[in-house]
C-alpha cells in the first residue's frame, strides 16, 4: 500500500511541475485504480480521481497507448462499461503491441466479460513481455484460481513469492489458493503469515475462511463479525462475502454481496467464478 501511496504523491509532484505531461496522468490514473481494486478505500473515493487523471491524459496525448489503457482500465473499473474499456485497450496495443501492462488491464476486463480464455492468454503474454514484474506475475495467478486452474495457480504464486517474499498479500494468495485446493495444512500458515504482513482485511477475510475449513468455526466467526464491526479498516463486503461462504451462511453471504454490488466494488464481478462460492 505505500509504494502505491507514495506514487500518488509523486505523480502528483510531476503534474504540478509539468502540467503537460500526460504520462503523469496516466501513472496516477493507475494508482487510483490499484487502489480501489485492492480495497483501501471504497470505489466512489478513487472514481473521479481516476476518471479525471485517465481523461486528462488522452486530452493531452490521444494516441499515447500508456493513457489509453489508463483510460480503460478507469473506465472498466469505474463505470463497468467493459467492451467499451476492451476497444481502447486494444487500440493502445495496435500501437505498442509490447505493452505488458496493457496486456494486464485487457486480461482484467476480458475475465470481468466472461472470456476466460482470452484472459489467460493475455495474462500469459504480459508475463512474457515482463517477467520480473510483480503485478503481472500476481494477476496470472489470480486468472489461473478463478479458472479452477488450482495447481498452475499455486505454481504462479510460487514464483510470485521467489520475486517478491515480503508482501503479505502474495502469501495471502498462496494461503487461499492451496486451502481451496484442500492443501489447509500448508495455507493456512501462509495465511496467517499474510495478516502478520499486512493484517489488511482482505487477508483477515482470507484467514477466516481457512480456519472455517479447518473446522475453526468459533474462531472463524469472531473474526468476521470483528471486521464486520470495524470501520476504520475499510472492510470489502465481498471478502466478507467469501469468509463466510467458508461457515455456509447463505444468508450473510448473499448480504454481503448485495452490499458489493451497491457499492459497486469491482471484484465482485469475480464472484462466478470464485471456487469459494462453488459449494451454493
Known amino acids: 500500500r505505500d509504494p502505491v501511496e507514495a506514487a500518488v504523491r509523486l505523480f502528483s509532484q510531476a503534474i504540478g511541475e509539468a502540467p503537460g505531461f500526460a504520462l503523469a496522468y496516466s501513472?496516477?490514473?493507475?494508482?487510483?485504480?490499484?487502489?480501489?481494486?485492492?480495497?483501501?478505500?471504497a470505489p466512489e473515493r478513487f472514481a473521479e480521481l481516476c476518471l479525471a487523471a485517465a481523461r486528462k491524459a488522452v486530452e493531452l496525448s490521444p494516441e499515447l497507448p500508456e493513457a489509453l489503457v489508463s483510460l480503460g482500465g478507469a473506465t472498466g473499473t469505474f463505470e463497468w462499461r467493459r467492451r467499451e474499456a476492451v476497444s481502447l485497450i486494444e487500440r493502445a496495443l495496435r500501437r505498442?503491441?509490447?505493452?505488458?501492462?496493457?496486456?494486464?488491464?485487457?486480461?482484467h476486463d476480458l475475465l470481468c466479460i466472461g472470456d476466460l480464455e482470452g484472459a489467460l492468454a493475455q495474462a500469459k503474454l504480459a508475463v512474457q513481455l515482463d517477467p520480473l514484474g510483480r503485478a503481472v506475475q500476481r494477476w496470472l495467478a489470480e486468472v489461473h484460481y478463478h479458472r479452477h486452474e488450482l495447481p498452475q495457480a499455486i505454481e504462479a504464486c510460487r514464483r510470485l513469492l521467489d520475486l517478491d517474499p515480503d508482501l503479505g498479500f502474495n502469501?495471502?494468495?498462496?494461503?487461499?489458493?492451496?486451502?481451496?485446493?484442500g492443501e489447509c495444512a500448508a495455507g493456512h500458515p501462509a495465511l496467517e503469515q499474510a495478516v502478520q504482513l499486512e493484517g489488511s482485511p482482505r487477508v483477515r477475510g482470507a484467514l477466516a475462511y481457512a480456519q472455517a475449513t479447518l473446522g475453526r468455526s468459533a474462531e472463524a466467526r469472531e473474526r468476521l463479525e470483528a471486521l464486520e464491526a470495524s470501520e476504520a479498516r475499510d472492510a470489502i463486503p465481498y471478502d466478507l462475502a467469501l469468509g463466510w461462504a467458508g461457515l455456509g451462511d447463505l444468508e450473510r453471504v448473499l448480504t454481503h454481496l448485495h452490499a458489493a454490488l451497491a457499492g459497486r466494488y469491482e471484484r465482485v464481478i469475480h464472484a462466478r467464478f470464485d471456487p469459494k462460492l462453488d459449494r451454493f
Open 171 to 181: 502469501h495471502g494468495l498462496l494461503g487461499t489458493t492451496l486451502v481451496v485446493a
Open 27 to 41: 501513472g496516477l490514473a493507475d494508482a487510483y485504480n490499484v487502489m480501489s481494486y485492492h480495497g483501501w478505500g
Open 96 to 107: 505498442q503491441p509490447s505493452y505488458a501492462s496493457g496486456r494486464h488491464w485487457l486480461s
